[in-house]
């Protein structure tokens, strides 16, 4: 059986979490990839808002396994966190998931390295989320890491003095304060000991096994393709890939296993932190549409910045990730606006006008938007698409032939049932 991929095609916010929860009870298997607890996964059901960070979505189905593969970094505090609100909300029999032996831990210095570093960079600092997620995959390419296997060796108390050892030097070089770390290193052991209760596996053998019993797999992805660390808007990126290549060496999984792969976007764009935005929207523009969709981090609160829809960037997300079909979300936030631009080009400072992404975005002078005259009501009081206002789906239209892949769904609210399935077009 194949491994389908879901994962976000912006610079992450796209609501994935919501698609993975509706998708998920046609699997057995949810698996989360890559990213760590800078991720925030939001899904709304009976009146309930809930947020995972390092979870996969598809916790929520007590009859899925969920599992956590190595490529995902875990900080075990937070991860303890996310376990007792969970079982605050019944969930106390945990049998369902499962956690790589491979996955990367990050340590209390980790964090703190993440805020020395971010503030010797002064103006240039790349807005990092301070949880410790750079300073990990550091370690994990350097080969000093410590790995959730560790956490059942006799040996892991030693490897985890070495490496603070290290990180303090670093801190110390930085002159970064950290007189609280022995407070933090309390709750740190507190939580591993929680973590060495869970389902610590080989995790690649779990995925073949799960692959050759003919179950089916959803490898879910964190951030989003914008934010990848080859592809990305470099430097202003995360640490991991966040593309379908992702899921390969993040589950173990072998290319061939790959089928379907669903992009996630956003109706607008939004990105959190430093990094060029072409499409960005300033003032008052920018205000409405950021308090019309909430558009504030699940997992930092930071108030995103917003803009139009980016195509240019879209396509090249959704052709990197060979998508094989599209989930657009939040198109009720655009209810209200009397017109709605997409960018289709960028005109660079060469005059040149081009539908690529180019190396240094700081390249783009300025954008070539298409206007739509807006739609004016509620998208929620519709029975099918068909139904929905003329001017809303020639919107849906034009972004489907431009990017020449297939809308399979639009989200209309944050709800589990705020859906219009969309019948497939052949473009």
């Not at 790589?100 to 340590?107: L, Q």
């Not at 060796?153 to 490496?163: A, G, I, V």
Request: net charge negative; proline share 4%; charged share 25%.
């Amino acid at each position: 059986m194949a491994v389908d991929v879901l994962l976000g095609l912006q610079w992450g916010d796209e609501g994935k979490g919501k698609i993975v929860d509706l998708l998920a009870p046609k699997y057995d298997v949810v698996a989360r990839f890559q990213g760590g607890p800078n991720a925030g996964h939001t899904l709304e059901f009976d009146g309930i808002k809930h947020v995972l960070h390092q979870i996969p979505s598809g916790i929520f189905r007590e009859n899925i396994k969920n599992y956590i593969g190595n490529g995902v970094i875990i900080d075990p505090i937070i991860f303890s966190e996310e376990i007792r609100k969970l079982k605050e909300l019944g969930l106390s029999d945990l049998n369902n998931l499962y956690i790589s032996n491979k996955a990367h831990i990050i340590i209390p210095t980790h964090k703190m390295l993440d805020a020395a570093y971010e503030e010797a960079k002064g103006a240039g600092k790349i807005g990092s989320t301070l949880r410790g997620i750079g300073p990990t995959y550091q370690d994990k390419i350097a080969r000093t890491g410590l790995r959730i296997g560790d956490t059942l060796t006799d040996k892991f108390y030693e490897k985890y003095q070495n490496l603070k050892s290290w990180h303090i030097h670093l801190l110390d070089s930085l002159g970064y304060d950290y007189s609280k770390l022995s407070d933090w290193e309390e709750s740190f052991f507190t939580a591993v000991e929680e973590l060495r209760g869970l389902k610590i596996i080989n995790g690649e053998y779990f995925i073949e096994e799960n692959i050759h019993a003919g179950k089916k797999i959803l490898a879910e992805g964190a951030q989003g393709s914008h934010l990848d660390i080859d592809f990305g808007t470099y430097p202003y990126v995360t640490s991991s890939n966040t593309t379908v290549a992702g899921a390969c060496t993040g589950l173990g999984v072998a290319p061939k296993y790959i089928k379907d792969v669903f992009g996630v976007f956003k109706a607008y764009c939004t990105r959190v932190g430093s990094g060029p935005f072409p499409t960005e929207l300033f003032g008052a523009e920018g205000e409405e549409l950021r308090k019309a969709g909430n558009e504030f981090g699940a997992t930092t609160g930071r108030p995103r910045r917003c803009g139009w829809l980016d195509l240019p960037s879209l396509r090249h997300s959704v052709f990197l990730n060979g998508v094989t079909k599209l989930y657009i979300t939040k198109s009720d936030i655009l209810d209200e606006l009397g017109t709605i631009n997409v960018c289709t080009d960028y005109e660079l400072n060469d005059g040149s006008i081009t539908g690529q992404v180019p190396y240094d975005m700081t390249d783009i002078k300025e954008m070539k938007l298409k206007a739509f005259e807006g739609w004016n009501k509620t998208l929620l009081d519709h029975e099918n698409y068909g139904a929905l206002p003329s001017n809303f789906r020639d919107y849906i239209d034009f972004i489907e032939g431009y990017l020449k892949t297939p809308i399979a769904m639009v989200s209309l609210g944050p709800g589990r049932l705020e859906n219009i399935d969309k019948p497939l077009a052949v473009v």
